[in-house]
């Protein structure tokens, strides 16, 4: 009978048995290779040694339990304990020592598992005695025996291994590959009835310990983000009124827990919920509703996290609601944009390490994708909107390609042709172009653009018409030009525009003036192409008398002898010293003839002069330099300042300045940091004249370098012949302030030979301005010009002439007495002459004796004024200071937001009263009545001057309060400047007024060099940075907070080295560096990031000129190609980088000629004349 085949459940093959054989499609349910009787005799052959272990064997227990007729083995039951007890043994073996790894490793040689060879007896853990044979032969010492070995040998012998493994009984194999591994999913079992039947697993194995969250610290993220968000408020309510008691002193006061309200509760059944199981929110959300603000009463507890997460989320939930309900509010979209950097918090600038700021690169690089996204969907709500273009072309800088920017500008500048602060950023955006920028094309860009917006004026354009201010915004486009073609070293061509536009404006004849501008172009050109003076040569006319001249039939021009050999005299030996380098060479006399050759070279047709005499081309200017720049000017206010900027670009001091957005890119001069005389005479120094932008014909290649005292002859006669042409344009207060400016000028070279300690030029200087004074005071209608009066006074008085200006202040006193304290040009004449007789004076005691205290009582008095005779009388001293409380207190009691029925000069005069008043008061009773009584008028001059009152009321009167404002501080700080300097005063009051006033005032040079003059004197300088970071932060359209933040950290440098360098024999010094070198290039880093301060050639030149000085040529070179990537049109960088860098001098000059940088020495004409 043949065997029955193997069930595959050995345990029921005796009922499988009969029906197996009639059932043919169960055979999967088989095991072929299994044979019931190989089981039965094993399991047989088992128990029977078993039951002998028992009568015989010491060992009977240990067998007895293995495996026990009638039952499974506990071993066989559960197999996850015997796994973790084989991993508690395996665990023990490592702790043993290294014989035992030895004797382990010996026993893995000597092993071998087969079936048909011996088995191990024992394992190395076993006992010897554990193991017995049937005949009950003793096995020999040791860990192992072969079964061969044994004798004598039995068909019953065996061995007991108490680390039995279950699947030598399942499986043939003993490869531990081809055993099933599984790992249980879940403690159901396929194919049962989960109602009927359970099965109960027994899993011993230990659960993995879970990870215990530690406790954040203060330094961590979560951390540091609270700090940064609002605090979550704690509503006790009902509480803390009703169920506390009043406690009674002494007693314990409980603080209840807040009690955070489930928001998982049910909604209600509606058609937008109809099973009830969406929440309040999401009911909303489906009803198309935002969902309203939740009340502080009902916000529950959170987790630290979250509660640094809370206000952020909140702010942004906020945002997303406003858009949503008015994706047409362009500024919310902006400020929504401009969130996105609070969010990424990055680290202090100042100590940021290198893993930082990788980090805070990549956080930048995330954030600019955020804000990427926002501006494009706000595009697709807003298509016809040019900021939120220009701001997308911002963030693509860094990740376009150039060629592609500059074609979405193109467009977009296509698209918006009228927008003039489109137009404005994008000429920025092409000047800061290096691998695209030529000084051609950007000045080809310049007239399109004034071309373009002159049609839109003229109503030519006719798909865009103009926008408010447009006339304004061109002339601010045009000094931009103007400025951009000076520092390109283009001089000639900048002169030659404002030539051009003035004859276009001031002299346009009446024939044409109903035109259009492109027509009015058309007729200039003849009259620029015919040679004939333009304005600011001698004997020009103008272009309206020269076409009536034309139409007459032309004029004869008569020679004037004797400039060829005033010009072969200038000429002459532009390199004295052969003997120094090549690169020191060429700045010499590349600076020499900036300062020479900076008018337009026009040919004489006198001397038989044609074009091709000029020996360098680009000195003359054609009429297509000049032509597209052309636009017409019809506001009064604006031709005065068109007439102004030229002066300023001449270098003449003048009241208005550069627009902030032109002046940011226009600075370029170290001379803003000058002192001047103002350390020595603060009281009445004279107004700074070093406003930090070039003047042609002079620029600075080191920041040391002082400037000359004026121009060359040619310069200076130019300059005579344009004030003589300009003044009988104007009538007025306009006319005046243009004779202001002429002698103003003419004093400012006398107070730089004082500086220079030129007596020679000081003299024929003096003489030069005495002369012009006194022939405009001759004039009929400036005779009673108490303005004049006391620049000319001033002018005596700084000559040294302390008797004959106080002459003239006298007859200028006496002259106008009679007009009283209304008068503002007698108050300031007044306050000139007793702020020079008090520091004449030396000091304040006896001032009730002093000349100044009698100045200032006499014209408070009113009567017949007389030179100083003696002692004041205390009763005079009374009625004069009665007479300045009613005046003052009248000014007060009006309104001062708008300009009324006085004029237009009342802020001014306020000033002008309160600063005679001031110094009468600190004469008279100290400098406390002083202080509060400036302090007083500028609480009242300071709230009309917000910037919402000064648009309301418009530019011009809002400009004449923010001056005030300012002059009216400066004459504040100058009186404690010089309290301090003459006695005992504490600084916080000087320290405060200049802090506040820049608060109000960021854009002020002055006002932030006596601030960083005060500064310098403490030792401890966090004060200081700390205001300057608060400033520059805030005031984000200017840099002057960055470069004077810088300057005084400089200076702070120099003192530190300067005391550390001291050689002093053995005494060495304790004060150590600091890191103020990391410091500043850590200053100069965060300002170059900046808007205002990414095109800012003065912050630049510091930067490089700082780097050098650190002696790092490689680190100066990448400083330098890095200013060219922002400002590639700076001729001055050019020049720096020749003295930093010498050895690069002909590779910076091959690139400036790349780049149409104006050259006036080649290298081969420097070649030349060193070898003549």
């Given at each position: 009978?043949?065997?029955?085949?193997?069930s595959?459940?050995p345990?029921?093959?005796e009922?499988?048995?009969?029906?197996?054989?009639?059932?043919k499609?169960?055979?999967?349910?088989?095991?072929?290779?299994?044979?019931?009787?190989?089981?039965?005799?094993?399991?047989?052959?088992?128990?029977?040694?078993a039951?002998d272990?028992?009568?015989?064997?010491?060992?009977?227990?240990?067998?007895s339990e293995?495996?026990?007729?009638?039952?499974l083995?506990?071993r066989?039951l559960?197999?996850?304990?015997?796994?973790?007890a084989?991993?508690?043994?395996?665990?023990?073996?490592?702790?043993?020592?290294?014989?035992?790894?030895?004797?382990?490793?010996?026993?893995?040689?000597n092993?071998?598992?087969?079936d048909?060879?011996?088995?191990?007896?024992c394992d190395k853990?076993?006992e010897?005695g554990?193991?017995?044979?049937?005949?009950?032969?003793?096995?020999?010492?040791?860990?192992f025996?072969?079964?061969d070995?044994?004798?004598?040998?039995?068909?019953?012998?065996?061995?007991?291994?108490?680390k039995?493994?279950?699947?030598?009984?399942?499986?043939?194999?003993?490869?531990?590959?081809d055993?099933?591994r599984?790992?249980?999913?879940?403690d159901?079992?396929?194919?049962?009835?989960?109602?009927?039947?359970?099965?109960?697993w027994?899993?011993?194995?230990?659960?993995?310990?879970?990870?215990?969250?530690r406790?954040?610290?203060?330094?961590?993220?979560?951390?540091?983000?609270l700090?940064?968000?609002?605090t979550?408020?704690?509503?006790c309510?009902?509480v803390?009124?009703?169920r506390?008691?009043?406690p009674?002193p002494?007693?314990?006061?409980?603080?209840?827990?807040?009690?955070e309200?489930?928001?998982?509760?049910?909604?209600?059944?509606?058609?937008?919920?109809?099973l009830?199981i969406?929440d309040?929110?999401?009911?909303?959300?489906l009803?198309?509703?935002?969902?309203p603000?939740?009340?502080?009463?009902?916000?529950?507890?959170?987790?630290?996290?979250e509660k640094?997460?809370s206000?952020?989320?909140?702010?942004?939930?906020?945002?997303?609601?406003?858009?949503?309900?008015?994706?047409?509010?362009?500024q919310?979209?902006?400020?929504?944009?401009?969130?996105?950097?609070e969010?990424?918090?990055?680290?202090?600038?100042y100590?940021?390490?290198?893993?930082?700021?990788?980090k805070?690169?990549r956080?930048?690089?995330?954030?600019?994708?955020?804000?990427?996204?926002?501006?494009?969907?706000?595009?697709?709500?807003?298509?016809n909107?040019?900021?939120?273009?220009?701001?997308?072309?911002?963030?693509?800088?860094e990740?376009?390609?150039?060629a592609?920017?500059?074609?979405?500008?193109?467009?977009?500048?296509?698209?918006?042709p009228?927008?003039?602060?489109?137009?404005?950023?994008?000429?920025?955006?092409?000047?800061?172009?290096?691998?695209?920028?030529?000084?051609?094309?950007?000045n080809?860009?310049?007239?399109?653009?004034l071309?373009?917006l002159?049609?839109?004026?003229?109503?030519t354009?006719?798909?865009?018409?103009?926008?408010?201010d447009?006339?304004?915004?061109?002339l601010a486009?045009?000094?931009q030009?103007?400025?951009f073609l000076?520092?390109?070293?283009?001089?000639e061509?900048?002169?030659?525009?404002?030539?051009?536009l003035?004859?276009?404006t001031?002299?346009k004849?009446?024939s044409?003036?109903?035109?259009?501008?492109?027509?009015?172009?058309?007729?200039?050109?003849?009259?620029?192409?015919?040679?004939?003076?333009?304005?600011?040569?001698?004997?020009a006319?103008?272009?309206?008398?020269?076409?009536?001249?034309q139409?007459?039939?032309?004029?004869?021009v008569?020679?004037?002898?004797?400039?060829?050999?005033e010009?072969?005299?200038e000429d002459?030996e532009?390199i004295?010293?052969?003997s120094?380098?090549k690169?020191?060479?060429?700045?010499?006399?590349?600076?020499a003839?900036?300062s020479?050759?900076?008018?337009?070279?026009?040919?004489?047709?006198?001397?038989?002069?044609t074009?091709?005499?000029?020996?360098?081309p680009d000195?003359?200017?054609?009429?297509?330099?000049?032509g597209?720049?052309m636009?017409?000017i019809?506001?009064?206010?604006?031709?005065?300042?068109?007439?102004?900027?030229?002066?300023?670009?001449?270098g003449?001091?003048?009241?208005?300045g550069?627009?902030t957005?032109?002046?940011n890119?226009?600075?370029?001069e170290p001379?803003?940091?000058a002192?001047?005389?103002?350390?020595?005479?603060?009281?009445?120094?004279?107004?700074?004249?070093?406003?930090?932008?070039?003047?042609?014909?002079?620029?600075?290649?080191?920041p040391?370098?002082?400037?000359?005292?004026?121009?060359c002859?040619?310069?200076e006669?130019?300059?005579?012949?344009?004030?003589h042409?300009?003044?009988?344009?104007?009538a007025?207060?306009?006319?005046?302030e243009?004779?202001?400016?002429?002698?103003q000028?003419?004093?400012?070279?006398?107070?730089?030979?004082?500086?220079?300690?030129?007596?020679?030029?000081l003299?024929?200087?003096?003489k030069?301005?005495?002369r012009?004074?006194?022939?405009?005071l001759?004039?009929?209608?400036?005779?009673?010009?108490?303005?004049?009066?006391?620049?000319?006074a001033?002018?005596?008085?700084?000559?040294?002439?302390?008797?004959?200006?106080?002459?003239?202040?006298?007859t200028a006193?006496?002259?106008?007495v009679?007009?009283?304290?209304k008068?503002?040009p007698?108050?300031?004449?007044?306050?000139?002459?007793?702020?020079?007789?008090?520091?004449?004076?030396?000091?304040?005691?006896?001032?009730?004796t002093?000349?100044?205290?009698?100045?200032?009582t006499?014209f408070?008095?009113?009567?017949?004024?007389?030179?100083y005779?003696g002692d004041?009388?205390p009763?005079?001293?009374?009625?004069?200071?009665?007479?300045?409380e009613?005046?003052?207190?009248?000014?007060?009691?009006?309104?001062?937001?708008?300009?009324?029925?006085l004029?237009?000069?009342?802020?001014?005069?306020?000033v002008?009263?309160?600063?005679?008043?001031?110094?009468?008061?600190?004469?008279?009773?100290?400098i406390?009545?002083?202080?509060?009584?400036y302090r007083?008028a500028?609480?009242?001059?300071?709230?009309?001057?917000?910037?919402?009152?000064?648009?309301l009321d418009?530019?011009?009167?809002?400009h004449?309060?923010?001056?005030?404002s300012?002059?009216?501080?400066?004459?504040?700080?100058?009186l404690?400047?010089?309290?301090m300097?003459?006695?005992v005063?504490?600084?916080?009051?000087?320290?405060?007024?200049?802090?506040?006033?820049?608060?109000?005032?960021?854009g002020n040079?002055?006002?932030?060099?006596?601030?960083?003059?005060v500064e310098?004197?403490?030792?401890?300088?966090?004060r200081?940075?700390?205001?300057?970071?608060?400033?520059?932060?805030?005031?984000?359209?200017?840099?002057?907070?960055?470069l004077?933040?810088?300057?005084?950290e400089?200076?702070?440098?120099e003192?530190?080295d300067?005391?550390?360098r001291?050689?002093?024999?053995?005494?060495?010094?304790?004060?150590?560096?600091?890191?103020?070198?990391?410091?500043?290039?850590?200053?100069?880093?965060?300002?170059?990031?900046?808007?205002?301060g990414a095109?800012?050639?003065?912050?630049?030149?510091m930067y490089l000129?700082?780097?050098?000085?650190?002696?790092?040529?490689?680190?100066?070179?990448?400083?330098f190609?890095r200013a060219?990537?922002?400002?590639?049109?700076?001729?001055?960088?050019?020049?720096?980088?020749?003295?930093h860098?010498?050895?690069?001098?002909?590779e910076t000059?091959d690139?400036m000629?790349?780049?149409e940088?104006?050259?006036?020495v080649?290298?081969?004409?420097?070649e030349?004349?060193?070898e003549?």
């Amino acid at each position: 009978m043949e065997p029955p085949l193997g069930s595959l459940f050995p345990a029921f093959a005796e009922r499988e048995a009969p029906c197996g054989s009639g059932s043919k499609g169960l055979d999967w349910l088989s095991n072929r290779s299994f044979r019931t009787e190989d089981a039965l005799q094993l399991h047989h052959r088992i128990v029977g040694t078993a039951a002998d272990l028992v009568q015989g064997s010491p060992q009977a227990s240990v067998c007895s339990e293995l495996d026990l007729p009638g039952r499974l083995s506990p071993r066989l039951l559960d197999h996850d304990e015997e796994d973790v007890a084989t991993k508690k043994k395996k665990k023990k073996k490592k702790k043993k020592h290294r014989q035992h790894k030895k004797d382990k490793k010996k026993t893995r040689e000597n092993h071998a598992s087969s079936d048909s060879d011996a088995e191990i007896l024992c394992d190395k853990d076993q006992e010897p005695g554990t193991v017995r044979s049937e005949a009950g032969t003793d096995l020999p010492p040791g860990n192992f025996t072969w079964l061969d070995d044994l004798h004598p040998q039995s068909t019953q012998t065996f061995c007991v291994d108490r680390k039995a493994d279950p699947d030598n009984w399942q499986y043939k194999s003993l490869y531990r590959g081809d055993l099933a591994r599984y790992k249980r999913k879940g403690d159901a079992c396929l194919g049962l009835d989960t109602k009927r039947q359970h099965i109960i697993w027994e899993d011993s194995s230990q659960q993995k310990k879970k990870a215990k969250k530690r406790d954040d610290r203060y330094y961590s993220t979560s951390s540091l983000q609270l700090l940064s968000t609002d605090t979550v408020p704690i509503h006790c309510g009902d509480v803390l009124l009703d169920r506390i008691p009043a406690p009674s002193p002494g007693t314990f006061i409980p603080v209840p827990d807040w009690v955070e309200n489930d928001g998982k509760s049910s909604g209600t059944v509606t058609w937008f919920n109809p099973l009830g199981i969406y929440d309040a929110s999401t009911t909303l959300w489906l009803q198309g509703k935002s969902q309203p603000e939740q009340d502080d009463k009902a916000r529950g507890a959170l987790d630290s996290s979250e509660k640094a997460n809370s206000t952020t989320m909140a702010k942004v939930e906020k945002f997303n609601r406003m858009l949503r309900e008015d994706p047409g509010d362009i500024q919310t979209w902006m400020e929504f944009v401009h969130f996105q950097d609070e969010l990424m918090q990055g680290p202090n600038p100042y100590t940021a390490t290198a893993a930082e700021s990788d980090k805070r690169k990549r956080s930048r690089r995330v954030t600019s994708e955020k804000k990427l996204a926002i501006l494009e969907r706000a595009i697709e709500s807003n298509p016809n909107n040019a900021d939120l273009k220009v701001a997308r072309l911002g963030l693509c800088k860094e990740s376009w390609e150039p060629a592609n920017l500059l074609n979405e500008w193109k467009k977009v500048v296509f698209l918006h042709p009228n927008n003039t602060g489109l137009w404005r950023r994008y000429l920025l955006f092409c000047q800061g172009q290096f691998s695209t920028f030529s000084t051609s094309k950007v000045n080809a860009i310049y007239g399109k653009c004034l071309s373009t917006l002159a049609a839109a004026l003229d109503g030519t354009l006719v798909s865009h018409p103009a926008l408010p201010d447009t006339e304004e915004a061109m002339l601010a486009i045009f000094l931009q030009q103007c400025h951009f073609l000076r520092q390109t070293g283009h001089s000639e061509k900048a002169i030659a525009l404002f030539q051009a536009l003035i004859d276009f404006t001031f002299f346009k004849p009446d024939s044409v003036a109903g035109l259009i501008t492109k027509a009015q172009v058309e007729f200039f050109e003849p009259f620029w192409d015919s040679g004939e003076p333009r304005f600011g040569e001698e004997g020009a006319r103008g272009w309206k008398a020269w076409m009536r001249q034309q139409e007459k039939g032309g004029w004869v021009v008569l020679n004037e002898p004797g400039d060829d050999e005033e010009e072969e005299e200038e000429d002459g030996e532009e390199i004295k010293d052969k003997s120094l380098p090549k690169w020191q060479l060429w700045r010499q006399v590349e600076s020499a003839r900036d300062s020479k050759h900076w008018l337009p070279w026009r040919a004489d047709k006198a001397k038989g002069q044609t074009e091709e005499d000029c020996e360098d081309p680009d000195r003359q200017v054609l009429f297509d330099d000049v032509g597209c720049s052309m636009f017409k000017i019809s506001s009064p206010q604006l031709r005065f300042q068109l007439m102004s900027s030229f002066l300023q670009l001449l270098g003449i001091p003048v009241g208005l300045g550069l627009p902030t957005s032109c002046l940011n890119v226009a600075l370029d001069e170290p001379g803003l940091f000058a002192s001047g005389t103002g350390g020595e005479r603060p009281l009445a120094c004279s107004d700074s004249l070093a406003s930090g932008v070039s003047a042609v014909g002079f620029v600075a290649t080191v920041p040391d370098q002082k400037r000359a005292a004026g121009h060359c002859k040619a310069g200076e006669d130019f300059i005579r012949a344009a004030f003589h042409q300009a003044l009988p344009l104007f009538a007025g207060e306009e006319r005046l302030e243009l004779a202001l400016s002429w002698l103003q000028y003419e004093k400012s070279k006398v107070v730089w030979n004082l500086q220079l300690r030129n007596k020679k030029q000081l003299k024929s200087q003096g003489k030069r301005s005495k002369r012009l004074a006194k022939g405009l005071l001759k004039e009929t209608e400036n005779r009673n010009n108490l303005a004049l009066w006391k620049e000319y006074a001033h002018l005596e008085w700084l000559l040294g002439n302390v008797e004959d200006s106080r002459n003239v202040f006298d007859t200028a006193i006496a002259m106008a007495v009679t007009q009283g304290l209304k008068s503002s040009p007698l108050c300031d004449l007044c306050f000139l002459y007793a702020s020079l007789e008090l520091e004449l004076m030396g000091n304040v005691a006896g001032s009730a004796t002093c000349r100044a205290v009698y100045i200032l009582t006499r014209f408070a008095q009113g009567n017949a004024y007389s030179p100083y005779a003696g002692d004041v009388l205390p009763v005079n001293v009374l009625k004069a200071r009665k007479t300045y409380e009613h005046s003052l207190q009248d000014w007060l009691t009006n309104d001062l937001t708008s300009p009324g029925p006085l004029g237009q000069q009342r802020p001014g005069q306020l000033v002008s009263l309160l600063g005679c008043f001031a110094l009468f008061q600190y004469l008279t009773v100290g400098i406390q009545a002083a202080d509060a009584l400036y302090r007083q008028a500028s609480e009242r001059l300071v709230a009309p001057s917000s910037p919402d009152k000064i648009k309301l009321d418009g530019s011009a009167w809002g400009h004449r309060v923010t001056s005030a404002s300012e002059r009216l501080t400066m004459m504040h700080v100058t009186l404690l400047r010089y309290h301090m300097k003459v006695s005992v005063y504490p600084l916080g009051p000087l320290r405060e007024t200049l802090a506040q006033a820049l608060r109000q005032y960021p854009g002020n040079h002055d006002l932030w060099k006596l601030y960083v003059r005060v500064e310098n004197q403490s030792h401890n300088g966090s004060r200081a940075r700390r205001f300057f970071d608060s400033i520059a932060r805030t005031a984000k359209g200017t840099i002057l907070p960055w470069l004077f933040a810088i300057h005084a950290e400089e200076q702070r440098k120099e003192r530190v080295d300067s005391v550390q360098r001291a050689d002093v024999g053995l005494v060495h010094s304790t004060l150590p560096e600091t890191g103020l070198a990391n410091r500043i290039r850590a200053l100069f880093e965060h300002a170059v990031q900046t808007d205002a301060g990414a095109h800012c050639v003065l912050l630049w030149r510091m930067y490089l000129h700082f780097t050098a000085a650190q002696g790092n040529v490689e680190r100066s070179k990448g400083v330098f190609y890095r200013a060219l990537q922002e400002c590639p049109w700076a001729k001055v960088l050019y020049l720096d980088a020749v003295g930093h860098l010498p050895g690069q001098l002909q590779e910076t000059v091959d690139l400036m000629t790349e780049k149409e940088i104006r050259i006036r020495v080649p290298i081969e004409e420097l070649e030349i004349l060193m070898e003549d």
